[in-house]
């Protein structure tokens, strides 16, 4: 049987608070964050072991959900519960209104904790290729 998934909808603007892409700036690291993620195959992360076939956060917004807050130096299961409600950026990655407990987010990142080195891996490996062809690249700004 399939694991069911809590849809995560990044796309649907909020009424109240407003779009929080609104507060987040075009080169936040979030959006790099985000789109790495979204490029990965994530077929090695584990779900429902518990097997009562309830929904699930996405494997895809956990992973993204704990390297941000790596990222930004926070490790701590109940702090990025906490980021969930007061962190915009970690919002984002929720879909504004989801908020995993810190239960979840310490069986989430110990039972895949393999596969999430090696998500955290490719990311940073991603971003130092990035900063490498930016230097390479001639400055676009005309001063």
């Given at each position: 049987m399939?694991?069911?998934?809590i849809?995560?909808?990044r796309d649907t603007?909020?009424l109240l608070?407003p779009?929080l892409?609104?507060w ?6 979030v959006?790099?964050?985000?789109e790495?993620v ?8 584990k779900v429902?072991?518990?097997?009562t ?5 996405s ?5 993204t959900?704990?390297?941000y807050s790596?990222i930004?130096?926070t ?12 962190d915009?950026?970690s919002?984002?990655i929720c879909?504004?209104d989801?908020h995993?407990d810190?239960?979840t987010?310490?069986v989430?990142?110990?039972k ?14 991603i971003?130092?290729e990035?900063k ?6 001639p400055d676009?700004?005309?001063?």
């Open positions: 399939a694991p069911k998934y849809p995560v909808d603007p909020m608070p779009d892409r609104d987040l700036p075009e080169d936040h690291i959006h790099f964050i985000i790495a979204d490029s990965m195959e994530l077929t090695s992360f429902n072991h518990r097997g076939g309830s929904e699930q956060y494997p895809s917004m956990m992973l959900l704990l390297i790596y930004t130096g490790f701590s299961s109940r702090k990025i519960e906490q980021a969930t409600y007061y915009v950026a919002r984002y879909g504004g989801l995993p810190h239960h987010i310490c989430f990142r110990r895949n904790s393999e596969a999430f080195s090696d998500a955290f891996l490719k990311i940073l490996c971003a130092s990035m490498a062809i930016k230097k390479r690249l676009a700004r005309t001063d």
